[in-house]
Every structure is written in structure tokens, then in C-alpha cells.
Nanobody, 122 residues
Framework: QVQLVESGGGLVQAGGSLRLSCAAS????????TGWFRQAPGKEREFVGT????????YVVDSVKGRFTISRDNAKNTVYLQMNSLEPEDAAVYYC???????????????WGQGTQVTVSS
């Protein structure tokens, strides 16, 4: 019903920036929220942030606040995760997900992308 594709990952030096994209296709609703999660090797998947369907509500966790921002371009059906001042601790596979509304819980999301790798060198 909904397909999500992440892109924009790669290798970046500590202090650098990356912009991840989450492109959605298929049946979507304007009220759908998009969440960003990340998972490092041997770690549980953790919530990073979320944005509402209309883009008016955004939230990121304290560990990335001031460095990461989430935005969306509904004309392109794409959500972005702008990551600045990257740290080695940010290295992970990043996933986007969509559900009926914004949520911090993995279980609340119905559709997931395949993930994109972010590597940060020190």
C-alpha cells in the first residue's frame, strides 16, 4: 500500500553533514506521520524524531536536538532528515517509517523503508 525508500546515507567526517530522504509512494494520507529511527550494530532500533503529515509538528530526541531537523516536501511526497555536526555516535542504519499519526513507538508504524547506512569517521 505504501512504499518508503531512504537515500542519502554515506560516509562523512565527524562534524560534517548529511541529508537523508524518505520518498513515499502508493496509498498515503495527509495525516500520516513519519518517524525516523536508527539502529547501530548490536543495538536496538531507537527513535530519532518524527514529523506530522502537514509538517507543522516536529520532534527530535534530546541527543540530536540542535543538530538534526526533520522537514517534508509534500509536493514530492518526501521527508528529510538533515543531520549536522555529526558525531561517531550517530553512525547507524537510518530508517524512516509511516503510520496514521506521529509516534515514538516502533509498533505504531505500519510501513518501513529498507534503511540507509550512515558512517561517521572520527
Amino acid at each position: 500500500q505504501v512504499q518508503l525508500v531512504e537515500s542519502g546515507g554515506g560516509l562523512v567526517q565527524a562534524g560534517g553533514s548529511l541529508r537523508l530522504s524518505c520518498a513515499a509512494s502508493g496509498r498515503t494520507f495527509s495525516s500520516y506521520g513519519t518517524g525516523w529511527f536508527r539502529q547501530a550494530p548490536g543495538k536496538e532500533r531507537e527513535f530519532v524524531g518524527t514529523i506530522s503529515g502537514n509538517g507543522r509538528y516536529t520532534y527530535v530526541v534530546d541527543s540530536v536536538k540542535g543538530r538534526f531537523t526533520i522537514s517534508r516536501d509534500n509536493a514530492k511526497n518526501t521527508v528529510y532528515l538533515q543531520m549536522n555536526s555529526l558525531e561517531p555516535e550517530d553512525a547507524a542504519v537510518y530508517y524512516c517509517a509511516q503510520g496514521l499519526s506521529t509516534s515514538v513507538y516502533v509498533r505504531s508504524y505500519d510501513y518501513w523503508g529498507q534503511g540507509t547506512q550512515v558512517t561517521v569517521s572520527s
